[in-house]
């Protein structure tokens, strides 16, 4: 996977999330692609998008299941966090 896709997924599957933060950080995306020319201009869609209260969102984009969201979410996902995100959390 490329790290395009990497920063991309996340975004997307936030893009139907009622968040604020989340709706901000989307529309910051939506203008950084056009500033800078992405080919990505259209918006891929999400399907069984899913509300985790307190903890984040998922859905599916294409065929990969997405989870943005804390490490509680992480969690219940049995998604294993790596030292260099855990020495992150721990830091900040």
Excluded: C
């Excluded at 991309?8 to 936030?14: K, S, V």
């Excluded at 910051?28 to 899913?50: C, I, M, N, P, Y």
């Amino acid at each position: 996977m490329m790290k395009e896709e990497v920063d991309f997924y996340p975004l997307i599957t936030q893009a139907n999330s009622e968040h604020p933060l989340a709706k901000a950080v989307v529309e910051h995306a939506k203008w950084l692609w056009q500033k800078h020319g992405s080919s990505r201009e259209q918006v891929t869609e999400v399907r069984d998008f899913e509300v985790h209260p307190g903890t984040g969102v998922s859905g599916k984009v294409g065929d990969r299941r997405v989870l943005v969201g804390n490490k509680r979410l992480m969690n219940a996902f049995n998604v294993s966090v790596g030292y260099e995100v855990e020495s992150y959390i721990s830091e900040n």
